[in-house]
């Protein structure tokens, strides 16, 4: 009886406080899925090729709620009610968008030339920022961005997708991982189209508003080689030259269409890049696909590590040199488990932006990461331009 008494009373406490537990677990959810479901308001600025992509890729992730748009170009404002609705706000004052909205977040697609200007105006106003590579035209630039989002304690995270493409992060965690020993070098090649050719986008072709070729297009591709040498550029070689693209429907082309670029870096590894943009009509022209390549390579004492193609889920080779076995990830069998480093670089660089903003971290395509990458693309143009080695420290 005793016994029993005792049991049911302890049993009774439980049952109570389970009911306690039940109740505290099911606040605790509510509370989190709430704060879960909080949305970050976020502006797009800049709504034309890339502003666009960016803005699908916020539109389309759950962590983020477009409240308006911002372009000098009225036309824009047609296109983003067709594409995010009718409720979005347009603006053609970015300053008037930031007062009006008090986002949580910005994006940046306008051309690098006012990189500058309006991710410090964001900062000024504790406002986190996503903005386009390149991230600006000189290194002073960037470190003025640099230091404005430090002082506001937001998050600056740059357009360096790449780093976030599947197949390249895969294969930057098998030369991590040491497989192929130290890389010794790093190679790649893209033979493509021109950039495209329409009447907003001229100042791409004009040397004094893009930077030139190695720095609009080669800021992904220098930013890779940093990546995969895990190591500091230290001085860079270069030749290029105009061969295909001398009048771009009447305007005056002062860009190069075509280089050769040679990176080397302080833990002795060294870079080639070789980039030809005179092949085929203009960027995703009807017809272009076939010029549209990009390879990549890695080779260390221990082997070679090669892969091709846009996709993510391009394939990974490694060949061994001691056995010449060779192995082959096919990367789309591998299935994809969504988090920022499987999908395609433009989600992934998303994830990692709301990722930041909720946890207070530094993105893994950080200011510094960007500001990195422009100074190989700032060194290679100079290089060009002086027909001589460039020091990094120069710049
Ligand atoms: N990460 C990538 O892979 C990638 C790809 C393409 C372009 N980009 C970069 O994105 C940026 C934009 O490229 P794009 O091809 O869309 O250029 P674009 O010339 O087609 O479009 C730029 C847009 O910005 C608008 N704009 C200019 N100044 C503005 C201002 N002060 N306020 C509001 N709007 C303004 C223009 O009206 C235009 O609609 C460039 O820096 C480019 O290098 C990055």
């Known amino acids: 009886m005793l ?12 049952a109570n406080r389970k009911q306690h537990y039940r109740l505290v677990l099911s606040l605790i959810n509510k509370f989190s899925k709430e704060k879960k479901m909080e949305k970050i308001k976020i502006c797009c600025t800049g709504f034309s090729r890339r502003g666009k992509d960016l803005a699908k890729c916020a539109h389309a992730d759950s962590d983020f709620e477009i409240t308006a748009v911002c372009d000098l170009d009225e036309i824009r404002k047609k296109e983003a009610a067709g594409m995010l609705g009718e409720k979005v706000h347009f603006y053609t004052d970015y300053n ?12 940046i697609a306008t051309p690098q030339y006012n990189h500058r200007d309006l991710a410090i105006r964001a900062f000024e106003n504790k406002i986190h920022v996503y903005c386009e590579k390149p991230l600006a035209m000189n290194l002073a630039q960037c470190d003025e961005m640099i230091s404005a989002s430090e002082k506001a304690g937001c998050v600056f995270i740059v357009g360096q997708q790449m780093r976030y493409h599947f197949h390249l992060h895969k294969a930057w965690n098998i030369i991590a991982g040491g497989e192929i020993g130290k890389p010794a070098m790093i190679w790649l090649k893209e033979f493509r189209g021109p950039f495209r050719v329409s009447p907003e986008h001229m100042w791409i072709f004009d040397q004094e508003k893009s930077g030139g070729m190695l720095v609009e297009k080669s800021c992904h591709h220098f930013d890779l080689f940093n990546w995969f040498a895990g190591s500091r550029p230290v001085s860079v070689y270069a030749s290029a030259g105009l061969d295909g693209l001398d009048n771009v429907k009447n305007f005056k082309c002062t860009i190069n269409d075509n280089a050769w670029v040679i990176v080397n870096y302080e833990n002795g590894a060294r870079a080639m890049l070789g980039l030809c943009m005179f092949l085929g009509k203009p960027d995703r022209a009807e017809g272009t696909i076939g010029f549209h390549r990009r390879e990549i390579g890695v080779a260390g004492e221990k082997g070679i590590l090669h892969t091709e193609g846009y996709l993510p889920a391009g394939n990974i080779e490694i060949h061994y040199a001691d056995s010449h076995n060779l192995i082959r990830y096919e990367l789309k069998k591998e299935g994809t488990i969504p988090n920022k480093f499987n999908q395609e670089g433009n989600k992934g660089i998303f994830m990692d932006f709301a990722e930041c903003i909720r946890e207070k971290k530094k993105p893994f395509a950080s200011g510094e990461i960007g500001r990195m990458a422009l100074a190989v693309s700032l060194a290679a143009e100079k290089s060009c331009a002086e027909k001589r080695i460039v020091q990094i420290d120069e710049l």
Request: proline letters at 4%; glycine letters at 8%; a positive charge.
């Open 96 to 107: 008037e968008m930031l007062k009006k909205e008090k986002p949580d977040a910005v994006t």
């Open 3 to 14: 016994f029993s008494g005792s049991l049911g009373a302890f049993r009774d406490r439980l």
